[in-house]
T-cell receptor, first 111, second 110 residues
Framework: DADVTQTPRNRITKTGKRIMLECSQTKGHDRMYWYRQDPGLGLRLIYYSFDVKDINKGEISDGYSVSRQAQAKFSLSLESAIPNQTALYFC??????????FGPGTRLTVL | SQQGEEDPQALSIQEGENATMNCSYKTSINNLQWYRQNSGRGLVHLILIRSNEREKHSGRLRVTLDTSKKSSSLLITASRAADTASYFCAPGAGSYQLTFGKGTKLSVIP
C-alpha cells in the first residue's frame, strides 16, 4: 500500500462549489503539506501542519482552508471553487522538515 | 525558504548518454535535495546533500554541491528512457518549507 494517499485522484466541478481533497499517510510523520502545481511551474505551498494542533498558511492560502483531523489525515477545502484553482494538488509528509514524501496527486478541474 | 533555479529548462538526450542539470540558489543552506517527477505524478525524493558535503552518489546519480558558488549539479549516467521526467532541486535552510522551481524537463530518447 502507498504511504501517502490522496482522494479523489481526479475531480471536475463547477464554479462556486465547495470541494474537499483528502490526504492520508501511514508513515507516522507529524508534518503534512498541501501544494498546488500549475502547468510548467513548480509547486507552491498552500498550507502546512506540524501536528494536529498546528496549522500554518503557505505562499498561496487565499481561497483554501485545511483541517488536520488526526496525525494521519490532512484535508484541503476549496470553499467556493473558481476556474483559476484548476491545478494538480499534492499532499506531502515529512518527519523533521527535510525529505518530503508526496502523494500521487489530485487533478482538479473547475469549470 | 528559498527557491532553487534549475537549468536548463529542458534537455533532450539519447539513451545511454549522461544528463547533467544544474541548480542555483541565493542564500546559505543546510542541505539541498533533488526530486524527480514523472508526468502528472507526485515528486519522488532522489538524494539529499548536506552543506558540508561536496559530492554524493546514489546508483547512477551523482550530485555535487559548491556552496561558494551557491550551485549544485545532478548527473545521471547511462540514461534510460525511464529517466524521462522533470527534475527539481530544493535548497533547505533548516526551515520547514521546501520551495521548488520550475524544474528541468529531461527527455531520454530510446
Amino acid at each position: 500500500d502507498a504511504d501517502v494517499t490522496q482522494t479523489p485522484r481526479n475531480r471536475i466541478t463547477k464554479t462556486g462549489k465547495r470541494i474537499m481533497l483528502e490526504c492520508s499517510q501511514t508513515k507516522g510523520h507529524d508534518r503534512m503539506y498541501w501544494y498546488r502545481q500549475d502547468p510548467g511551474l513548480g509547486l507552491r505551498l498552500i498550507y502546512y501542519s506540524f501536528d494536529v494542533k498546528d496549522i500554518n498558511k503557505g505562499e498561496i492560502s487565499d481561497g483554501y482552508s485545511v483541517s488536520r483531523q488526526a496525525q494521519a489525515k490532512f484535508s484541503l477545502s476549496l470553499e467556493s471553487a473558481i476556474p483559476n484553482q484548476t491545478a494538480l494538488y499534492f499532499c506531502a509528509t515529512s518527519e523533521r522538515g527535510d525529505t518530503q514524501y508526496f502523494g500521487p496527486g489530485t487533478r482538479l478541474t473547475v469549470l | 525558504s528559498q527557491q532553487g533555479e534549475e537549468d536548463p529548462q529542458a534537455l533532450s538526450i539519447q539513451e545511454g548518454e549522461n544528463a547533467t542539470m544544474n541548480c542555483s540558489y541565493k542564500t546559505s543552506i543546510n542541505n539541498l535535495q533533488w526530486y524527480r517527477q514523472n508526468s502528472g505524478r507526485g515528486l519522488v525524493h532522489l538524494i539529499l546533500i548536506r552543506s558540508n558535503e561536496r559530492e554524493k552518489h546514489s546508483g547512477r546519480l551523482r550530485v555535487t554541491l559548491d556552496t561558494s558558488k551557491k550551485s549544485s549539479s545532478l548527473l545521471i549516467t547511462a540514461s534510460r528512457a525511464a529517466d524521462t521526467a522533470s527534475y527539481f532541486c530544493a535548497p533547505g535552510a533548516g526551515s520547514y518549507q521546501l520551495t521548488f522551481g520550475k524544474g528541468t524537463k529531461l527527455s531520454v530518447i530510446p
